[in-house]
């Protein structure tokens, strides 16, 4: 029971490239979201998917794009990539029973 | 508009001595407020949730709407509790989430 995992770990971009964050949940959980984590600004909400086949935006989806491709994974892309999108991101699923949240590791994206 | 304050970045205090860790919330209707922690190298994870009202690892909050605070309180805070703390807020629908900024707590030996 993995819970949630994210890949890349780690990556860094040039301005202007593209590239998508892969998460996956194993617990069976209909929500998922994203979000990013800023020195002095917290995680702040990118977007987040109540269940399958749905995505809403959250606090901060400019330049960001997202799919659920299925219950288990929701992926997060960005099209072209820019310095104020360097940050840490995290994916995360929500038990509904009780609202809590379980969240992957994070990957520690750069851009230059 | 930020949802959810807390105050203080860094809080240190010595093993033994109470510990508070302050949160402000704006939000008009019912949300639910939790604390979440994150100790080095280890993921963010729930520490309690206002509704259910119980102590995890020593940990109380109350929420107060009247004062829209919900703050972590120890009574005797250890050198395990050292790490990243924070407030979060679910609205009335249970799917947006807001965080705040967080507070770093170290505890003393």
């Known amino acids: 029971n993995a819970g949630v995992t994210q890949t890349p770990k780690f990556q860094v971009l040039k301005t202007g490239q593209s590239m998508t964050l892969q998460c996956a949940q194993d617990?069976?959980?209909?929500?998922m979201y994203w979000y990013r984590q800023d020195p002095g600004m917290g995680l702040r909400l990118i977007y987040y998917s109540a269940s399958e086949g749905t995505t809403d935006k959250g606090e901060v989806p400019n330049g960001y794009n997202v799919s659920r491709l299925n219950k288990r994974e929701f992926s997060l892309r960005l099209e072209s990539a820019a310095p104020s999108q360097t940050s840490v991101y995290f994916c995360?699923?929500?038990?509904?029973?009780?609202?809590?949240?379980?969240f992957g590791p994070g990957t520690r994206l750069t851009v230059l | 508009a930020q949802r959810v304050t807390q105050p203080e970045k860094l809080l240190s205090v010595f093993k033994g001595a109470p510990v508070e860790l302050k949160c402000n919330y704006s939000y008009s209707g019912s949300p639910e407020l939790f604390w979440y922690v994150q100790y080095s190298r280890q993921r963010l994870q729930l520490l309690l949730r206002?509704?259910s009202r119980e102590s995890i690892k020593g940990f109380t909050a109350d929420l107060n709407k009247g004062e829209t605070s919900f703050h972590l309180k120890k009574p005797f805070a250890q050198e395990e509790d050292s790490a990243m703390y924070y407030c979060a807020l679910s609205d009335n629908t249970g799917n947006q989430f807001y965080f705040g900024t967080g507070t770093s707590l170290t505890v003393i030996p």
């Open positions: 206002h509704i």
């Open positions: 995360a699923s929500k038990w509904k029973l009780t609202n809590e949240q379980f």
């Open positions: 617990m069976n959980h209909n929500s």
